[in-house]
């Protein structure tokens, strides 16, 4: 789920009541990518937090002072202290129909702009001057887009204009069905039509409207009623045209699955609160830098650790009965041994002690004294017969056991490495997909989920980067293929990384490279040197019955690198 355009005018319109006029009082690198700013406004402390998350960009005021997150600022938190700090918050904008939002700053030195991009994949945070951008959280050089860069000293350029989409709040019957008259696919749903053809139309914001005008969600464009269309789209946009927001939260079974600023019908449990930051907050939790990631990893953590001990045990367990063939041969031995002797046993007899070998000692036999000797022995050989039958699979258990241990190593790891609300999520999600959380349901559907991260190295080639077991499933099977690099560091859980093979030769260094990521995004990250396996993608192999991203390989080679995190 993203900050659609109606959100975020929703947002501008609230910190123009809250924060315009406030005197900024400080500045705080929360975490990699969020900046907070104290503001003073009205009498108040407000928080104001600015995320530039691939997975979550938001921004939105929180309720508790923030903290810093990173042991030294980063270059626009210093920027951000000598131009934002001690400033006034002059006006808030949003370019129409954008998701994009303008902090304009009377600053120390002078006027600047907080450029607020919440877009996944591309979203950034940039402090501006003069049209000139001094900062940005994530720098977007030529190689990656030659139309927008983002890189201090280059003059900031908007997205480009969208074209070919009609303003949802002007928008006739007739054009209506002029989008619905061009539709040529059979498959096409309404909501997808929609959000392809409206602006600042959401998938969230198309399906309430199919679900207004038809009670489902996925009704195709050839079977709809355009008129109900229609009419159902005018109920939604009329208030927001009009800017009566309705802020509010789907907060259910479920979990917190969905924010709004206007009444949702499609998803239960919706209901209103004050603000949409409160909204946004509630939604994505509380943002108070490291440590709240941390207090939000510990209970998925204890109940890794939980599913670790059991499975464990389990396996131990399974180990020793492999070792118990001389606990099955004594029954069969006490079955034969009661045969021998039976005519000897006496009526009431309790036990019976016998040499099976000579040069053994005695075994002493239970008997029971209510059935006969034979029916005795037949009772020792049935548990002999059980015993081994329940031999039969355990080697296959036990290695059942150990993959699935190997797995909660590696969501150990995902967790570890997980830097916002959503990668902790996907390791909450893994364990109750596998019967592990005991907790609250996990998941918030049409949530986004994490993405493998692309790397490109000085010379061109492409480097995909799995930094949790779904991710690693989709690097090395959805992205990789035969000829490329697979990189993976040695007997510990950790990342997946494939390097593209483009028809070049790929040269040791690009394979270092890779490796010191490999072993940065893995168990060892904090080792002085990690032994990293190499091997073409195409003998890499799925363990059957294996988690997300579990693999064997063969015909690897080694590297010993410093584990390096990627810039």
């Known amino acids: 789920m993203y900050l659609d355009?109606?959100?975020?005018?929703?947002?501008?319109?609230?910190?123009?009541?809250?924060?315009?006029?406030?005197?900024?009082?400080?500045?705080?690198?929360?975490?990699?990518?969020?900046?907070?700013?104290?503001?003073?406004?009205?009498?108040?402390?407000?928080?104001?937090?600015?995320?530039?998350?691939?997975?979550?960009?938001?921004?939105?005021?929180?309720?508790?002072?923030?903290?810093?997150?990173?042991?030294?600022?980063?270059?626009?938190?210093?920027?951000?202290?000598?131009?934002?700090?001690?400033?006034?918050?002059?006006?808030?904008?949003?370019?129409?129909?954008?998701?994009?939002?303008?902090?304009?700053?009377?600053?120390?030195?002078?006027?600047?702009?907080?450029?607020?991009?919440?877009?996944?994949?591309?979203?950034?945070?940039?402090?501006?001057?003069?049209?000139?951008?001094?900062?940005?959280?994530?720098?977007?050089?030529?190689?990656?887009?030659?139309?927008?860069?983002?890189?201090?000293?280059?003059?900031?350029?908007?997205?480009?204009?969208?074209?070919?989409?009609?303003?949802?709040?002007?928008?006739?019957?007739?054009?209506?069905?002029?989008?619905?008259?061009?539709?040529?696919?059979?498959?096409?749903?309404?909501?997808?039509?929609?959000?392809?053809?409206?602006?600042?139309?959401?998938?969230?914001?198309?399906?309430?409207?199919?679900?207004?005008?038809?009670?489902?969600?996925?009704?195709?464009?050839?079977?709809?009623?355009?008129?109900?269309?229609?009419?159902?789209?005018?109920?939604?946009?009329?208030?927001?045209?009009?800017?009566?927001?309705?802020?509010?939260?789907?907060?259910?079974?479920?979990?917190?699955?969905?924010?709004?600023?206007?009444?949702?019908?499609?998803?239960?449990?919706?209901?209103?609160?004050?603000?949409?930051?409160?909204?946004?907050?509630?939604?994505?939790?509380?943002?108070?830098?490291?440590?709240?990631?941390?207090?939000?990893?510990?209970?998925?953590?204890?109940?890794?650790?939980?599913?670790?001990?059991?499975?464990?045990?389990?396996?131990?367990?399974?180990?020793?009965?492999?070792t118990d063939e001389s606990q099955r041969e004594v029954l069969r031995q006490s079955g034969e041994l009661i045969l021998a002797y039976q005519y000897g046993i006496e009526k009431g007899q309790t036990e019976l002690r016998a040499q099976y070998e000579p040069d053994q000692p005695e075994l002493v036999i239970a008997l029971d004294p209510k059935v006969s000797p034979l029916e005795n022995a037949q009772q020792y050989f049935a548990r002999y017969e059980k015993a081994k039958r329940a031999l039969t699979g355990v080697p296959e258990l036990i290695e059942e056991a150990e993959n699935e241990l190997a797995y909660l190593n590696q969501l150990a790891v995902d967790l570890e490495m997980a830097s916002n609300w959503p990668d902790i999520d996907e390791v909450q999600q893994a364990l109750q997909s596998r019967g592990y959380w005991q907790g609250k349901r996990a998941g918030r559907i049409g949530g986004g989920k994490s993405a493998p991260m692309r790397l490109v190295s000085p010379d061109g080639f492409v480097m995909w980067v799995g930094r949790n077991s779904r991710q690693n499933e989709i690097v090395t099977f959805d992205k990789g293929s035969g000829a490329d690099l697979w990189v993976h560091a040695r007997d510990v859980p950790g990342a997946h990384v494939i390097i593209k093979f483009d028809g070049r030769e790929i040269p040791e260094s690009v394979i270092e490279q890779a490796a010191e990521v490999a072993a940065y995004f893995s168990a060892s990250k904090d080792e002085s040197s990690v032994i990293v396996d190499v091997t073409p993608r195409k003998y890499v192999k799925k363990i059957k019955g294996g988690g997300p991203g579990m693999v064997t390989y063969r015909n690897e080679t080694t590297r010993t690198v410093r584990p390096e995190k990627p810039e």
Not at 75 to 87: A, H, M, S, T
Request: with cysteine; proline share 6%.
């Open 5 to 322: 355009a109606f959100t975020l005018s929703a947002l501008v319109d609230e910190f123009m009541d809250t924060l315009v006029g406030g005197r900024v009082q400080d500045s705080i690198d929360v975490d990699e990518t969020g900046l907070g700013l104290e503001i003073y406004a009205h009498r108040q402390r407000r928080y104001l937090y600015l995320s530039a998350d691939h997975q979550s960009p938001r921004l939105h005021l929180v309720e508790d002072k923030l903290r810093r997150g990173l042991p030294k600022p980063k270059p626009i938190g210093l920027l951000f202290r000598r131009y934002v700090e001690g400033g006034t918050i002059a006006h808030i904008s949003q370019p129409k129909w954008e998701r994009i939002v303008h902090i304009d700053v009377d600053g120390p030195e002078g006027a600047v702009t907080i450029i607020v991009e919440p877009m996944e994949r591309r979203s950034n945070i940039l402090l501006v001057q003069d049209g000139m951008i001094l900062e940005c959280i994530r720098r977007v050089g030529p190689e990656e887009n030659r139309y927008r860069l983002s890189l201090p000293a280059h003059e900031y350029v908007p997205p480009p204009p969208q074209t070919g989409k009609l303003d949802p709040t002007r928008v006739t019957l007739q054009d209506l069905y002029g989008i619905f008259d061009q539709n040529t696919d059979a498959k096409q749903q309404v909501q997808r039509l929609l959000s392809g053809r409206l602006l600042g139309m959401s998938p969230l914001l198309a399906r309430e409207i199919v679900y207004r005008m038809s009670g489902q969600t996925n009704l195709k464009a050839v079977d709809a009623d355009v008129d109900a269309v229609y009419e159902a789209l005018q109920g939604v946009i009329a208030p927001l045209a009009d800017r009566q927001w309705q802020p509010g939260i789907a907060e259910n079974e479920n979990g917190m699955e969905a924010f709004s600023v206007y009444p949702l019908q499609s998803i239960a449990g919706w209901h209103p609160v004050e603000t949409v930051s409160e909204a946004l907050a509630a939604y994505y939790g509380a943002i108070l830098g490291e440590d709240a990631y941390q207090a939000a990893k510990e209970p998925v953590a204890a109940a890794i650790r939980e599913a670790q001990a059991k499975l464990e045990a389990k396996r131990r367990s399974l180990q020793r009965s492999m």
